[in-house]
């Protein structure tokens, strides 16, 4: 008697096509023109591309969403200059900002998808979204002044998603709730002021007050480190907000450091997520970090030094012109130099570096990141890809 064969596995149950081809398309760029151009495949592929639960796993996936350009300070009001190139450039008109009731006022910054700036006049903050031009308008808290002693000089934006300044918060992407920092001073000589507003609440925190150096004016954006947001004084030090803790702190600027008229300096974040701090002198360029030694006293390592005229291709007659930091991307960690007639973003571990083809009169860069599609397979108008 031949014998019996084993029975076969049981066999495996293998995802539908629809689970196959949602893997693929997972993998697209997540650049705005990847998503339109796909769903203009067949009604199959629109229909999975516009699933609400889709689009949250592909924000999932890709994590940190494309840089499409950055707002920009002229000597006009702040607007829009996208970075991508076609098909998937962002018109600068796409990215209009909402125009304030007078000429009174100054741009924030941007992060987690959000913009913000003051409307004075109205004596209101501005958060604004620009992939949907929905924005909040919140009245000032009652400290806050204008004349000769009492002004607002500073603020930031983030997400209310944000915990301890991981950026992960870009995976779900949700713009409902944000928590805007406003800097103040409140008439007194050499103090700042500061209150957290809650979107979920809609409530300003109380008031925390720190004394800092006299003149040591507060106009570089703030950079989010951790669960603190961290702006440059004036003469090296830092002012660091604590988001938990809602209160102000000063931090001192290496020592042995001098700056001159001519130095520019910026707060970083570093790449493992610490303080950090760039100090451009003539063609050289210092990266410090902040780091705590093996008794848990924080202080600060100076990491790098690099000339820039042997990493950037200057012309002799441009060596003598100063050098200026005009932003930082937290994302990907890159500044942005003018140096002479040109305007560079360096990345700052590879210390690669690209030119940039734009105006040389501007003066401040806030990046712009957010997942977006151009509506229409790549016209100019343009939609958010499921805000909730």
């Not at 930031?156 to 300044?165: D, E, K, R, Y």
């Not at 004016?217 to 004084?233: A, E, I, K, Q, S």
Request: glycine share 6%.
């Amino acid at each position: 008697m031949s014998e019996v064969p084993p029975s076969s596995p049981a066999p495996v149950n293998l995802p539908d096509d629809d689970d196959l081809l949602q893997e693929f398309l997972l993998r697209l760029p997540p650049l705005p023109s990847s998503l339109p151009r796909a769903s203009l495949v067949c009604k199959r592929w629109r229909r999975l591309l516009s699933d609400p639960h889709f689009l949250r796993r592909f924000r999932a996936h890709h994590k940190t969403p494309p840089q499409l350009g950055f707002f920009t300070e002229s000597f006009t009001r702040p607007f829009f200059v996208p970075t991508l190139k076609a098909p998937d450039s962002i018109p600068s008109a796409r990215f209009s900002l909402p125009q304030p009731t007078g000429k009174s006022w100054k741009f924030l910054g941007c992060r987690h998808g959000f913009a913000a700036f003051l409307d004075v006049t109205r004596w209101e903050a501005v958060v604004w979204e620009p992939v949907t031009g929905r924005q909040c308008r919140i009245a000032f808290p009652p400290e806050v002044k204008f004349d000769d002693k009492r002004y607002i000089f500073n603020g930031a934006v983030l997400s209310s998603a944000s915990i301890n300044g991981n950026d992960n918060v870009q995976s779900g992407y949700q713009l409902t709730h944000f928590k805007l920092v406003l800097l103040f001073n409140n008439g007194e000589e050499n103090c700042a002021c500061a209150r957290l507003y809650e979107s979920e609440s809609g409530k300003w925190g109380d008031m925390s007050s720190v004394t800092f150096p006299s003149r040591a004016f507060l106009f570089d954006p703030g950079v989010l480190v951790r669960n603190t947001v961290c702006w440059h004084l004036r003469f090296g030090d830092i002012l660091e907000f604590n988001l938990d803790t809602e209160s102000l702190a000063i931090i001192q600027k290496p020592g042995g450091i001098y700056f001159t008229e001519q130095s520019s300096v910026r707060v970083l974040r570093t790449e493992d997520g610490e303080l950090g701090l760039a100090i451009v002198s003539k063609l050289s360029i210092q990266l410090w970090g902040r780091k705590a030694n093996s008794n848990g006293v924080a202080g600060w390592v100076l990491q790098k030094t690099v000339q820039l005229d042997h990493l950037l291709p200057l012309k002799p007659e441009w060596k003598t012109w100063v050098t200026r930091i005009l932003g930082f991307d937290e994302d990907s960690n890159e500044i942005f130099l003018f140096t002479a007639n040109d305007i560079f973003m360096i990345q700052l571990e590879s210390m690669q570096f690209k030119e940039l083809l734009v105006d040389c009169s501007i003066t401040e860069y806030y990046p712009y990141r957010s997942f977006y599609a151009a509506g229409g397979g790549g016209h100019d108008g343009g939609e958010i890809l499921d805000s909730t």
